[in-house]
């Protein structure tokens, strides 16, 4: 192992030997945290005092013999919208400054219960609707491998944290390509989690009950390995409150065992869409290489899929869902905002934001058929590879300039700032399981991060993928100005 990639799976290992007590482990976290995170504004939310005392309980237990769970002391972020009780959670707005949380989201629970300590709650754009990370609250985070460009939203703190080596492991949330986004900016792994394997309640915005109108919202982990990945959803996956007295989640086990086995389809592009052309010839590279091994590769997509018209459908639903707060004025407001977009999508939104509840439902009924075609289409295929985005991790742009006439320079061309979901989005209106992995660097030395989309419920299939490349040719690399601590690097490996 890179004796500067200490994984949490490494640290558990590491844990429970004894080479390092979890006082020893949270005090090094601390360390670089205090160090770094000052330049970076990751971490924005601390929980100093109870992460010492469950050390010392995870101490305490070991000493005896006795596990707390599969995350044994093991310091750990989550992203400052899901709820912990006890700690504020203000996703990133002033208004909920003060507002300490009374109830624990699911997921947060989960990752506490299997023993984890943790560290605090990282930084996000407000309410999590933003593809950079800043909030009037915080401020902004930066990208820990160029701090003038963005670590990505809305789980930017979690990823830049990742990178810089302030946490093993991050829990965050997508519903626009929050998950996949920031990883392929910082150069780590995450994993978007089927639609119904992790429940969904305790996120702001959102409710502390599960509502089962609201759709393509998942919770998921950021890791600095496939294996980590593999870990967390193993922790947080597990049916929702009230289905648990008869139903058990069970992934299915992983279609084949090497990469040469693999059946890879690859999303063809569409001229409409520019891509980076760094990104495009890193996903060529990999192509080539699985060809190598031996793997059936093919440009090829589902029968009567169009990406035009599918992110024509993504909008209309994903604004309904991100809108639905809005009162009249707002509404109207945000129409007004819409008509003036350089987004050739805004249509789309319009109709998102005005949709009548016939028209709701049929937009359900619109994405079901969706969900039918890519059942289909995994049938002869084990994933589908894409790029996550358009763009490696792009400069800070100002606040200031609304989302809507935000424009950004791909191939040296300006295009649409709305456009950076559409690939995310391949897998988000199906509800598919999604997972980002590092392939490379640009010229410049920025990451570049590409997606492997798999069938609905088999997770482990992508993540198991995601780790194959891992071991075959590489995966995580420490940003040049984050060096991981040598002495944790050495007990870890």
């Known amino acids: 192992m890179d004796k500067q990639l200490a994984t949490a799976q490494s640290m558990l290992v590491a844990l429970r030997t004894k080479r390092i007590s979890a006082q020893e482990l949270l005090a090094w976290h601390l360390e670089r945290i205090a160090c770094y995170n000052p330049e970076l504004n990751a971490i924005v939310t601390f929980n100093g005092e109870q992460a010492h005392q469950r050390a010392i309980a995870a101490d305490v237990a070991i000493a005896k013999g006795v596990l707390l769970g599969p995350l044994h002391g093991l310091p750990v972020t989550i992203k400052d919208c899901i709820e912990v009780v006890g700690l504020p959670t203000t996703a990133g707005v002033p208004q909920r400054a003060q507002a300490i949380s009374t109830t624990t989201a699911p997921v947060a629970q989960s990752v506490l219960d299997a023993g984890a300590v943790l560290l605090g709650k990282t930084n996000l754009p407000p309410y999590a609707t933003d593809w950079q990370t800043s909030n009037p609250l915080f401020g902004r985070t930066n990208n820990p491998w160029d701090r003038t460009r963005t670590p990505g939203g809305s789980t930017g703190g979690g990823a830049a944290a990742l990178a810089a080596g302030l946490t093993p492991l991050e829990f965050g949330s997508d519903l626009g390509g929050s998950l996949p986004i920031p990883p392929a900016f910082c150069g780590v792994y995450g994993h978007r989690p089927s639609e119904t394997a992790v429940p969904r309640s305790g996120h702001i915005p959102g409710s502390p009950l599960e509502n089962s109108a609201i759709v393509m919202n998942v919770m998921g982990p950021l890791a600095r390995s496939a294996i980590d990945l593999d870990l967390a959803l193993s922790i947080i996956a597990e049916p929702v409150v009230g289905e648990d007295v008869a139903w058990r989640l069970m992934f299915p086990p992983v279609r084949h065992a090497t990469l040469a086995d693999f059946r890879i389809a690859v999303l063809p592009q569409v001229p409409w869409l520019p891509v980076d052309g760094e990104i495009i010839a890193a996903l060529d590279d990999l192509t080539a290489r699985l060809r190598r091994l031996g793997a059936h590769v093919e440009e090829v997509q589902p029968e009567r899929f169009d990406l035009r018209q599918h992110h024509e459908a993504y909008s209309m639903l994903l604004s309904v869902i991100a809108f639905a707060h809005l009162d009249d004025d707002e509404r109207a407001h945000l129409v007004e ?35 039918a075609l890519f059942r289909e289409f995994f049938r002869n295929f084990d994933v589908l590879l894409a790029p996550v985005t358009i763009t490696p991790a792009f400069p800070h742009i100002s606040d200031q300039i609304p989302v809507l006439k935000r424009t950004l320079q791909v191939n040296g061309a300006e295009v649409p700032y709305m456009y950076l979901p559409i690939y995310a989005g391949v897998a988000a209106y199906s509800g598919l399981p999604a997972t980002a992995f590092p392939w490379g660097q640009t010229r410049g030395g920025l990451p570049i991060g590409l997606q492997a989309i798999g069938p609905y419920l088999e997770d482990r299939m992508t993540i198991a993928f995601a780790s194959m490349l891992e071991r075959e040719f590489g995966g995580f690399t420490p940003p040049p100005d984050y060096p991981y601590p040598q002495r944790l690097a050495m007990v870890a490996s």
């Not at 934001?353 to 016939?358: L, Q």
């Open 337 to 371: 905002l819409l008509q003036q977009s350089t987004d050739p999508f805004a249509y789309a939104q319009i109709a998102g934001v005005n949709a009548t509840v016939s028209q709701f439902i049929g937009m359900h009924g619109l994405r079901g058929r969706y969900r």
